[in-house]
């Protein structure tokens, strides 16, 4: 393009947003602020050119702005705003540039490991776990020495993703750190690691003086399966004196899978604290202890709805077909989490005759009662729901938008819900399984016609499934095997 050519496609280019050295900051804050909002509705990589803009707090909000709208072409800008004069934008630099995941960030991302601002080292961690890179490793590891112990968490948190030859040895050493933060991000990273050795590496600390570290231990105990732990973990349900630390451990002795563990786990279902009532019975339906099927019923009606929930939950793995009445009236409770459970549980007892009330709850206004009720329309094999699941296929939204938090109060931690990112995938599992035993042509062609809208890469993605379809340790498939696959006579079909 020749110099003239370049100057007239520059004057006809929309302005970006914030410009105007004359106008107030407060203005052009606002209008960048809008213009991130809206999506950088006109040219993204306009923003960039704010990075130089005299005024801190507008650089700051470009850095941050590239980042959430993930602006590939902003990186060399943003490797450049490494070097800015004010520690707030080189922190939201490096966060940018973790977030836009571009290897090629990761030698200019090691070198602002050594920046003399604590926070931007802490977030440049945070932009380092991002990149998942393991030759990350050795820089990370000489942050565990930081004298800043936020540096030396996020440094063991992104070990312990990033992983390498110099990761385990380091996160073993981190064990010892004063402050616990950093303490409990090396049990976990090692437990993610995984170590030939990693139950020996992190029994001692189910007895470490900190709340959150042995809560740490627990949970990576349970997520490698460490039998030789159960022992110490049925010791420590015996002597814990902080109730903060009940249900990781009970959830443990359930992952870890050893039955020496259900009487103990029985005397933890009617608990005072509702969250220790619920993970445990969680860990006896992992153990598929039928002797907590009794309780179970009983706790159906528990005043606590997350207490309710879990026992609807364990009685789809323990209890008998009978349990359909118990299970029916949660399908009316004014609580999300009940009702998925219900849905759930009748699935799993092959309850037919309870089709049609869950039918109905594939417009339920929560996702992940939707979701459910996907799952078990297709396992109970209900073709009476065809044409309510092809419109799901078409809108995985409707009727209603729901909500962002799974789980929250009595006592429980905030699970934020992906059931509005898995209803597609179910969906097509479930008319697959339909389709296969009821053929039906309409169902094939909008099951290809939804097939030929996905690019190859999003076809070879792991599958994202209801509950009992994942977990246990199971591989998911790709989405593309979800779909049924077409014999030859069938392509030849005309359309």
């Known amino acids: 393009m020749t110099r003239a050519r370049r100057k007239a496609s520059n004057r006809n280019r929309p302005a970006g947003p914030g410009i105007g050295a004359d106008r107030p900051v407060a203005e052009r804050l606002r209008e960048i602020r809008e213009w991130i909002d809206r999506g950088g509705d006109t040219d993204p990589a306009a923003l960039a050119e704010r990075l130089d803009d005299t005024e801190s707090v507008l650089r700051q909000a470009a850095a941050w702005g590239l980042g959430h709208l993930k602006v590939h072409r902003s990186r060399r800008a943003l490797e450049r705003a490494l070097q800015d004069s004010e520690p707030a934008v080189r922190g939201l630099a490096a966060s940018a540039l973790g977030a ?19 926070r931007v080292r802490e977030q440049t961690a945070w932009a380092l776990w991002a990149l998942a890179d393991a030759r990350s490793a050795p820089a990370l590891v000489e942050r565990l020495d930081d004298d800043e112990p936020g540096v030396r968490w996020s440094s063991a948190v992104a070990l312990g993703r990033v992983g390498g030859p110099a990761a385990v040895p380091a996160l073993m050493l981190a064990r010892g750190d004063p402050n616990d933060r950093v303490r409990r991000e090396a049990l976990l990273g090692l437990a993610h690691l995984h170590p030939p050795n990693v139950g020996e590496l992190l029994r001692p600390f189910l007895a470490d003086p900190s709340t959150r570290v ?104 323990v209890g008998a077909p009978e349990d359909r009445d118990r299970l029916l009236p949660l399908l009316q409770d004014p609580q999300m989490w009940p009702r998925r459970a219900a849905v759930y549980a009748l699935g799993r007892l092959g309850s037919v005759e309870a089709t049609p009330q869950i039918r109905d709850r594939l417009g339920d206004p929560d996702p ?128």
């Open 100 to 118: 836009l995941g571009d290897s090629r960030s990761r030698r200019v991302l090691e070198r602002t490991l050594n920046d003399p601002e604590a």
């Open 214 to 317: 042995r809560i740490a231990a627990a949970v990576g105990l349970g997520e490698r399966k460490d039998a030789a732990a159960v022992p110490l973990l049925l010791e420590r349900l015996r002597v814990e004196k902080d109730v903060r630390v009940l249900p990781a451990t009970l959830v443990a002795l359930g992952r870890i899978g050893d039955r020496t563990a259900v009487p103990a786990l029985l005397g933890y279902v009617s608990h005072p604290t509702s969250w220790a009532r619920v993970c445990a019975f969680h860990a006896l339906g992992e153990l598929s202890a039928p002797e907590v099927a009794a309780p179970a019923r009983k706790h159906l009606q528990d005043p606590i709805w997350s207490v309710r929930g879990a026992a609807a939950e364990c009685l789809g793995e």
């Open 368 to 495: 992940e009662v939707r979701l459910a009720a996907v799952w078990a329309v297709g396992h109970l094999g209900d073709r009476e729901s065809r044409d309510a699941l092809l419109t799901l296929l078409r809108d995985p939204t409707a009727p209603l938008g729901g909500p962002s938090t799974f789980a929250q109060g009595d006592g429980a931690v905030m699970l934020q819900s992906d059931a509005q990112d898995r209803i597609f995938d179910a969906v097509v599992q479930a008319l697959a399984r339909l389709n296969q035993r009821y053929p039906d042509q309409k169902t094939r062609r909008a099951l290809n016609s939804a097939r030929r809208q996905l690019s190859a890469t999003e076809l070879r993605r792991p599958a994202r499934l209801a509950a009992p379809e994942v977990g246990r340790g199971r591989t998911p498939p790709t989405l593309g095997a979800l779909f049924p696959t077409r014999s030859r006579a069938a392509r030849r079909v005309p359309r």
